[in-house]
């Protein structure tokens, strides 16, 4: 099995250590990454991202803790063998560009060849390749600060690539950036990961460039809390049975693990059907479901079946409790299309449309199926909190939380019981349409 290019185990940084300001940035970080993958630090501001990143870059030496690049501690070679790494096996962008204003487009990106001993002629044509490449190519003799935010930023990618480095860390890079020229630089970040195989890691707090990312570790206070694997891109880290867990089909899946995915789908939902019914009675409402799903019943078959009594093969369910259900089975599994036909999709430039117009499709069914009546500010919370669960950003805990919190910090300001309802119902709908093929 491939080993990681970048190991960190139990990572502690602290700053100003032994001083009255002293602060720990970073407790206990692991992460383990593959050489390829797209990986994304993501939280709020003052979580820990850059001081992780950094020390993955060799500058923030570890209280504890070890930080291995393709197999060697870094902190522990030499001085001189870790600007090595720092100049030929990392490139870096930074939110501010941090290009030298003085020096021309061109010079900035030839400048970090100078330490490999190219000469001029050939400093300049890579330079400039690069420069075309990246879009910039017809502004490589301008001094930087006569280039747009989004220009210089391109520059800087050029120049992060200039020395052909294997891994790229990119600070918060479209940070300052308006929303043409971020997707302009995103675009060509991903190039980098997808086209020329390079390992990205990127520091962001925007959720919606989440979905470039193989990975995602997500950081609070300092610890990385947890890991969301994106179920839309090929995964490069082996994923471990039972590992990275994002809905209820996947547990199920970890329980039942010779079950077909269609008999988890029944599974799941008959468990929601069924919150109050007998083990005999789940039993049979599972062959009942599944032979409804596949189409072998029709529904009134299916409520017929499902009122007929005990001894007759039925489950002795009220008729009026029958209807219901077959109206549920029918919408979950309809909505678990859209869901399913979301997650497949490969087209990036549609994900953010799509990911929203789905979000707003779920929306308008759980109000209904909830009767719910929302302010416009809640409705526009609720949306985001749904596309959030749905490409897996939020797990079922934090769904539930958000739903919970005040309208004015995104929430929709409901009871805890309410939540409940809402998580329970709406967890089946993401479980049916989910697609765990990458597993194997
Ligand atoms: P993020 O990138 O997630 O916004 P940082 O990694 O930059 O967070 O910072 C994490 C915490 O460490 C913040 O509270 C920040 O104030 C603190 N911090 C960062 N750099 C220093 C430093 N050089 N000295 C002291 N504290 C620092
Ligand atoms: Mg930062």
């Given at each position: 099995m491939a080993k990681p290019l970048i190991v960190c185990r139990d990572l502690d940084i602290i700053y100003n250590k032994g001083k009255s300001n002293e602060f720990k940035a970073l407790t206990g970080a692991s992460?383990?990454?593959?050489?390829?993958e797209y990986i994304?630090?993501?939280g709020a501001s003052g979580s820990g991202k850059s001081t992780l990143m950094y020390s993955i870059q060799g500058s923030l030496?570890?209280?504890?803790?070890?930080?291995?690049?393709?197999?060697?501690?870094?902190?522990?070679?030499?001085?001189e063998d870790r600007v090595y790494f720092q100049r030929y096996v990392m490139g870096i962008i930074f939110q501010q560009f941090n290009l030298i204003p003085s020096l021309t487009?061109?010079?900035?990106?030839?400048l970090p060849m100078i330490f490999a001993n190219k000469d001029k002629p050939t400093r300049n044509r890579r330079a400039q390749s690069l420069l075309d490449r990246f879009g910039v190519g017809m502004v490589s003799h301008k001094?930087?600060?006569?280039?747009?935010?989004g220009q210089q930023q391109r520059v800087s990618v050029a120049r992060s690539m200039v020395n052909d480095p294997k891994i790229l860390l990119a600070d918060e890079p479209t940070g300052n950036l308006d929303s043409v020229s971020t997707q302009q630089v995103m675009d060509k970040i991903d190039e980098i990961n997808t086209f020329d195989r390079r390992t990205v890691i990127m520091v962001s707090h925007n959720a919606a460039h989440l979905s470039y990312a193989h990975r995602v570790y997500y950081l609070k206070d300092g610890a990385i809390v947890r890991e969301v694997v994106n179920p839309q891109r090929k995964q490069i880290k082996p994923v471990k049975e039972g590992e990275t867990i994002v809905t209820e089909l996947e547990q199920l899946a970890r329980l039942f693990p010779y079950d077909s995915i269609e008999t988890l789908r029944v599974k799941s939902l008959v468990n929601f059907l069924t919150q109050d019914y007998t083990f005999t009675q789940i039993e049979r409402m599972e062959k009942m479901v599944q032979s409804f799903i596949t189409g072998k019943i029709d529904r009134d078959t299916y409520i017929k079946m499902l009122t007929l009594p005990y001894d007759r093969g039925g489950v002795a369910v009220p008729e009026a409790v029958a209807r219901k259900m077959a109206k549920t089975s029918k919408e979950i599994l309809h909505q678990a299309d859209d869901i399913r036909r979301f997650r497949n999709g490969h087209d990036k430039e549609h994900v953010f449309f799509d990911q929203h117009k789905l979000a707003e499709r779920l929306r308008?069914?759980?109000?209904?199926?909830?009767?719910?009546?929302?302010?416009?500010?809640?409705?526009?919370?609720?949306?985001?909190?749904?596309?959030?669960?749905?490409?897996?950003?939020?797990?079922?805990?934090?769904?539930?939380e958000h739903l919970q919190k005040g309208v004015t910090v995104g929430g929709l300001a409901i009871t805890e019981k309410e939540a409940d309802d809402i998580v329970r119902y709406f967890e089946k709908l993401v479980a049916q349409g989910v697609d765990v093929s990458y597993k194997s």
């Open positions: 992460t383990d990454i593959y050489e390829g994304i630090l993501f030496p570890p209280g504890n803790g070890t930080m291995l690049i393709g197999g060697e501690d870094i902190y522990a070679i030499s001085i487009v061109l010079d900035n990106v030839a001094i930087t600060p006569m280039l747009s935010g308008d069914h759980m109000l209904k199926a909830h009767r719910m009546k929302l302010s416009k500010k809640q409705d526009d919370n609720l949306v985001e909190i749904i596309a959030d669960r749905v490409v897996g950003v939020t797990d079922e805990g934090i769904f539930h």
